[in-house]
């Protein structure tokens, strides 16, 4: 196995001719040069140098060697630049998987900022529903999870995953253009029993189901999807109403569709998850930083 630092005194070696040049070059005694080369002709096995008048010229390994040596020496700088730019936040690629309102949200200003500020840095974005985007970063599959968890018995994050909070999300109510209820700033839950309701993902469909519960009713759901347009598109077309994360009002494309705050209050938390030993990793601590800002900003709005 070379040694790297005998490899750089060969190359000095090579390059200026003699033991003593290279000495002065690399700032060291001629002894201390002669000794590095005895080392690494041990190390390959046969002698790299053969004496020449007063001057030196290389054995046919040595030769071969010295081919060789000016790559691995570039390959040594060029890791040594790459890691100096991942270290001062210049580079790097990070993972982020999200749940798809999160996406079309938190995600584009989250990246806008990045990119503004750190154009060396690379994000790789991966869509999940909760819980399958932590499940994602406990197999490797990501470096960042966004995931969202309502009131209620919570088991916190697995061990060795840290959850940095982000934002409350506030629930709306989804009615068609024209409904009764639209009329009004607010919508009481109860006063939605007798309606036919489009739920969302398997997590969604258990919060609806047990709020409702809370109000006295059990929702008459006919249509579940954790397609953010296709449940607008149901809403805008009568088959139900929906209840949905004020994330989603600002992405909401039917004009046949309004959203309205919902009584009593209803929310989800929208966290972001990290294996805490990869905190540290500067491109990931960007990553965590440039959406704790975004959803600072969605959170005032």
């Known amino acids: ?8 005194t060969f190359h000095q070696v090579v390059r200026t001719g003699s033991y003593s040049a290279a000495a002065r070059e690399l700032g060291y005694t001629q002894p201390a040069v002669t000794q590095q080369m005895k080392a690494l002709e041990r190390s390959v096995g046969v002698p790299l140098f053969a004496r020449s008048g007063r001057g030196l010229r290389l054995t046919e390994a040595g030769e071969a060697l010295a081919r060789h040596a000016e790559l691995i020496l570039g390959s040594l700088s060029a890791a040594q630049q790459q890691l100096t730019a991942l270290a001062r936040l210049r580079a790097g690629r990070v993972r ?23 154009p060396g840095v690379r994000v790789e974005l991966h869509e999940a529903e909760p819980p399958d985007s932590v499940r994602r970063l406990l197999r490797g599959e990501c470096d960042i999870a966004l995931a969202f968890s309502y009131p209620g018995p919570a088991a916190g994050p697995p061990e060795g995953v840290e959850e940095i909070p982000l934002m409350e999300d506030l629930l709306t109510v989804l009615l068609p253009v024209g409904h009764p209820l639209g009329r009004r700033h607010a ?17 969604c469909r258990a919060n609806l ?29 009568g088959v139900g109403v929906a209840l949905m994360p004020a994330l989603v009002l600002s992405f909401m494309c039917h004009r046949k569709v309004t959203g309205r705050a919902v009584e009593p209050h209803l929310r989800r938390k929208v966290s972001a998850f990290v294996l805490r030993e990869h905190r540290a990793i500067p491109a990931t601590t960007l990553v965590l930083d440039s959406l704790r800002t975004a959803a600072a900003a969605r959170s005032g709005c």
Do not use: Y
């Open 187 to 203: 919508v009481r839950l109860a006063d939605l029993a007798e309606e036919r309701w489009i739920a969302g993902c398997p997590r």
């Open 1 to 8: 196995m070379f040694d790297t630092r005998h490899i750089k």
């Open 96 to 118: 982020v998987c999200a749940f798809p309102s999160a996406t079309a949200t938190l995600i584009p200003s989250a990246i806008a900022q990045l990119l503004a500020e750190h």
């Open 209 to 237: 189901l047990h709020v409702c519960a809370e109000q006295g009713f059990e929702p008459d759901v006919v249509f579940s999807t954790d397609d953010n347009l296709a449940v607008q598109s149901l809403v805008a077309a």
